[in-house]
């Protein structure tokens, strides 16, 4: 089994920044790809950024391209997800995630934390 905890969410203005932090525990070498989700009020959950659990192989949903970065703080056993150029739109609870297939289902997630971009 594996745990994953987020933090760094919070109240930003629109243009400003966020760092998340998702840190991992437990049986973390069964993971091959990680990733971001977020969900807005009434909406379903959506895909955000993944990468392999070493940091590589990134991809990024169009509505954040160029503005969020996933990356991995190996020292901590932690992924991170820099948000830049925040916009009102990117309001949602944001929760990683952790799967030991290449492709496939989530099989970790975790509780989720609250951003919201004030306009």
């Known amino acids: 089994q594996a745990q994953l905890v987020e933090s760094g969410g919070g109240l930003v203005q629109a243009g400003g920044s966020l760092r998340l932090s998702c840190a991992a525990s437990?049986?973390?070498?069964?993971?091959?790809?990680v990733a971001w989700f977020r969900q807005a009020p009434g909406k379903e959950r959506e895909f955000v950024a993944a990468?392999?659990?070493?940091?590589?192989?990134?991809s990024y949903a169009d509505s954040v391209k160029g503005r969020f970065a996933v990356s991995r703080d190996n020292a901590k056993n932690t992924m991170v997800l820099q948000m830049n150029s925040l916009k009102p739109e990117d309001t949602a609870v944001y929760f990683c995630?952790?799967?030991?297939?290449?492709?496939?289902?989530?099989?970790?997630w975790g509780q989720g934390t609250q951003v919201t971009v004030s306009s």
């Open positions: 990468s392999t659990w070493t940091g590589e192989l990134t």
């Open positions: 437990g049986r973390t070498s069964d993971f091959v790809r």
């Open positions: 995630a952790a799967r030991k297939k290449i492709v496939g289902n989530y099989d970790y």
